[in-house]
């Protein structure tokens, strides 16, 4: 197996660094797959040697619930896959760990959390999809880097952690709508998208039918702030996780299976 030279990045560095923790085992559904350490995949369908990190004018930052690294299933990953310099911190319900709390005082980011309004408390500063477009435009001029903040989790882990996080009320909230979540079709690949709304994952079930994995909401917010290759590029590899990964399991495979054929057939038109 060839893996790319930016692994392990620090989803890989967090997973190895909670799984030396744990007292026990790690045991989810398919616990007795022999998986590759880095993509979490059978090692009969490992994608690593597939990868093709991208550059981006935004960084993101994961705030991960204890166990959600552990999880081979989990998407966030694969956003740092393509965007090497993705931050991985966990989150802890007593205290704020110092790396994440480094970056939020960072004066070269602007932190930027990536949740829904709905749930925000009254002090919490909204910002609009025109203030995002505005960034794309903005690009390499502006004088802090994005950094898009997710909340790694369940769906009701995530709404608890932001809840019982103080130091994330005060973060500019940017809240993307369910109809902007589609897809946009790209003309290099065919139509990429469908035109559903909904998520493409099915190795979890969502709680909501609107509800994405943490992949998807990353590629449509680096298409929406201008980094339109990086976010096509994590959609498609997001698609070739998706199905590599329900290869290795006994349960009928929902993904595409021209993923990887699509992800290859991206990267070399777009060069």
Not at 84 to 113: G, M
Request: hydrophobic letters at 35%; a positive charge; proline letters at 7%.
């Amino acid at each position: 197996m060839t893996c790319p030279e930016t692994f392990p990045h620090a989803v890989h560095k967090l997973y190895q660094y909670r799984k030396s923790i744990s007292t026990r085992p790690f045991n989810a559904r398919g616990a007795g797959v022999t998986r590759c350490e880095y993509c979490r995949i059978d090692i009969d369908h490992c994608i690593c040697p597939l990868v093709k990190p991208q550059s981006a004018n935004a960084s993101f930052a994961l705030l991960m619930y204890d166990d959600e690294v552990l999880k081979p299933s989990n998407t966030g990953r694969l956003i740092a896959d393509i965007l090497p310099d993705t931050k991985a911190s966990l989150w802890h319900r007593t205290q704020v760990c110092e790396q994440f709390k480094s970056l939020l005082n960072d004066p070269h980011y602007q932190p930027i959390l990536i949740f829904p309004d709905e749930y925000a408390v009254p002090e919490q500063p909204l910002m609009g999809i025109d203030e995002l477009e505005k960034l794309g435009v903005e690009g390499k001029q502006r004088v802090r880097r994005p950094l898009f903040i997710l909340l790694d989790a369940t769906w009701r882990q995530a709404r608890k952690m932001y809840r019982k996080s103080p130091y994330l009320h005060h973060i500019p909230m940017l809240s993307v709508p369910a109809q902007l979540m589609t897809r946009e079709p790209e003309s290099a690949v065919g139509d990429i998208t469908d035109g559903l709304a909904g998520s493409r994952y099915h190795v979890r079930t969502a709680h909501k039918e609107q509800q994405l994995a943490t992949a998807e909401v990353a590629a449509r917010v680096l298409q929406l702030s201008g980094n339109q290759r990086a976010g096509d590029v994590l959609n498609l590899w997001f698609d070739v996780f998706s199905y590599r990964y329900q290869c290795g399991v006994k349960q009928p495979n929902l993904g595409d299976k021209s993923a990887v054929q699509r992800y290859q057939q991206y990267l070399q038109q777009h060069p």
